[in-house]
């Protein structure tokens, strides 16, 4: 009978152990990520005094996270981040006839907001508890493009736009355990991610400081990017026609935040 009421208390206090570690989290955090599988940033046809690769996967991010703990050793776990990446500055030699040159300099720029539903798959908990994620990542962005021509007389900024950039997610990092609803965390992700634009349109065309948006055709400031070798349309007001330029996005990152438990 003793050994029975030993076994009901041990059975009793690890369902309640079990029991608290369940229930729903937020988590805060923000991090630095570098960029890795580039394209090339400028063209080799033409005459290159400053070549660079191009990758929008560098750069700055931030995020809130949401999950629920079915037990110490998983969850499950939506997080909203932004991502603004760095700056890739381009210069570029365009020859025209007979002997000349333009000068064209060219910065980009990427903002997304991304959404990644992760599983969580977490060790034995410990004063620091190391842990895993995993899954899909979802994002909503654009590519913005300004460009210097003719010895700055032709100023414009191209938004590249439209599309649903799908990769996947993964992370490995530590908690440190404050208290039960309290915990600190760092992790290294790994990012797979590419992102091809389906429209553009200029929201600015300046020549010698003089705006041209307003009397330029819908075929001259919009852009419809395209799978196969587009057809053009003598339409002035149709979007022009590109083939579609797959962007990477992929990245190394570290992350740091704050996990408060309800």
């Known amino acids: ?25 937020l988590k805060v955090d923000a991090g630095y990520s570098l960029a890795f599988g580039k394209i090339r940033a400028t063209d080799p046809m033409y005459s290159i005094y400053s070549s660079t690769t191009l990758s ?9 996270s949401g999950g629920y703990s079915f037990n110490q050793y998983l969850c499950v776990e939506l997080s909203v981040s932004y991502f603004l990446s760095s700056k890739t500055v381009t210069h570029q030699n365009f020859p ?20 990644l539903p992760v599983f969580v798959v977490t060790a034995d908990k410990h004063k620091i508890t190391p842990y895993g994620k995993f899954g899909p990542v979802f994002g909503i962005g654009n590519i913005v493009t300004d460009e210097s021509s003719y010895n700055g007389a032709l100023q414009t900024k191209l938004k ?35 992102y091809a634009p389906t429209k553009g349109k200029y929201t600015k065309y300046t020549i010698n400081g003089a705006d041209q948006l307003p ?12 799978d196969s070798s587009p057809i053009q349309s003598t339409d002035s007001n149709e979007p022009q026609k590109i083939l579609k330029t797959y962007y990477p996005f992929s990245s190394v990152g570290l992350n740091a935040g704050v996990k408060i438990g309800f």
Do not use: W
Not at 1 to 25: D, E, H, N, P, R
Not at 101 to 109: A, N
Not at 216 to 226: A, D, G, R
């Open 96 to 115: 025209i006839y007979p002997s000349d040159t333009i000068k064209i300099d060219r910065s980009q720029q990427s903002h997304m907001l991304r959404f």
């Open 1 to 25: 009978m003793k050994s029975f009421f030993i076994t009901l208390t041990l059975v009793c206090a690890l369902t309640g152990t079990l029991y608290a570690q369940k229930g729903f989290y």
């Open 56 to 64: 929008f996967g560098k750069g700055l991010q931030g995020g809130i």
């Open 160 to 194: 590249m736009y439209g599309g649903f950039p799908i990769g996947i997610y993964s992370c490995v990092g530590i908690l440190y355990i404050l208290s039960d609803k309290l915990q600190l965390y760092a992790e290294i992700n790994n990012l797979n991610m590419i």
């Open 215 to 226: 009397v330029l055709s819908t075929n001259m400031k919009e852009i419809e990017y395209v």
